[in-house]
């Protein structure tokens, strides 16, 4: 009888450590899924991207993901297609899908403040990669304050890089045309401001701006915006296009026309790297775009895991000009 109460005394001290190791492997389990604790596996970030139709921000987005499988990281990776409606909508999926943390390149630096003013009141973490947030554009190392960080290119400084490029691939001065982007984005003043600058600065009356019309970011569009301008303008001396993909439809314009306008653009893409090369295009700037998407996961994995804190700062990586003379230093990657 003894025998029998002893044994079953024991049984139930068993089932009870069973239990209570059963509900604290539930709590750990539980714990660990919200993403916050141990484990690197268990981050989720979204990347609410521009447009991944565009060779730049495509790589921006390959630069992400490689970065985020090495950190463990998941990446949900949405592309808005140039719609800015569109990506306001995918950041509240984001947000109601209560991720570890938002990478988000703007389209539009205005509505980009109230989609991160959404993440943070959901107090989700937010950063931005290849453009700002907010009104003021001319001070970029001031970050709006309810980001996390920024990583992008110096546009301001991309600008100057042109700009004095340009003094030299055009010493005596003469006519100027400026290849803008799509209507509606900063870097149709960030990447133009210093660029004026420069040519101003070279003399007063030396350079004149006497053109400046879209191409949409793209190859065709930059050839359409070329053609159109010379058709008016003959003797324009140099064309600076505000990406290498409209410096190089660009340069198909110049061809045909019979011109001697030389080409500056901006970007350091496979075609543009090319084109200096071939000497069919002078210069660009350097950007590295999957460099840049890769930096903004670390970024946000050193926010998420407690190692980068304090005020949103804003990072920018090195974007030398790149001419005939030092081709080879810029390795493409878009």
Request: glycine residues 12%; contains cysteine.
């Amino acid at each position: 009888m003894k025998t029998r109460m002893r044994t079953s005394t024991i049984v139930a001290g068993l089932a009870c450590v069973a239990v209570a190791v059963s509900a604290c492997s539930a709590e750990k389990a539980a714990s660990s899924s919200t993403g916050q604790l141990e484990g690197k596996n268990s981050y989720t970030f979204g990347f609410a991207n521009q447009g991944e139709s565009s060779t730049f921000t495509a790589a921006l987005a390959r630069g992400a993901k490689a970065e985020a499988a090495k950190l463990g990281v998941k990446i949900i990776d949405d592309d808005s297609q140039m719609d800015q409606a569109k990506q306001a909508s995918q950041v509240q999926d984001l947000i109601a899908q209560k991720v570890n943390g938002i990478i988000l390149v703007p389209l539009s630096p205005g509505p980009a403040q109230a989609l991160v003013d959404q993440a943070a009141a959901a107090n989700i973490p937010i950063g931005t990669a290849h453009g700002y947030v907010g009104a003021n554009q001319d001070d970029v190392n001031t970050p709006y304050a309810k980001l996390k960080f920024i990583v992008t290119e110096n546009e301001l400084a991309a600008g100057a890089t042109a700009g004095a490029m340009a003094v030299k691939a055009l010493p005596s001065g003469g006519k100027v045309a400026v290849i803008a982007g799509a209507p509606g984005f900063a870097e149709n003043t960030t990447r133009v401001t210093k660029f004026k600058a420069a040519l101003a600065a070279a003399g007063a009356g030396k350079f004149t701006i006497v053109a400046t019309q879209p191409g949409e970011w793209t190859k065709e569009g930059g050839q359409a915006a070329c053609q159109n301008i010379l058709a008016a303008n003959p003797n324009i001396g140099l064309f600076y296009a505000l990406s290498d993909d409209m410096a190089v439809g660009c340069v198909a314009a110049v061809k045909s026309a019979g011109s001697k306008a030389k080409i500056i653009g901006v970007g350091g893409s496979a075609g543009g790297i090319a084109a200096i090369k071939s000497g069919a295009e002078y210069g660009t700037v350097c950007y590295k775009p999957a460099t840049e998407g890769a930096m903004a996961v670390q970024m946000m994995y050193d926010v998420v895991t407690g190692k980068l804190t304090g005020a949103p700062k804003t990072t920018f990586y090195s974007t030398p000009g790149i001419t005939a003379a030092n081709v080879n230093s810029c390795t493409p990657q878009w």
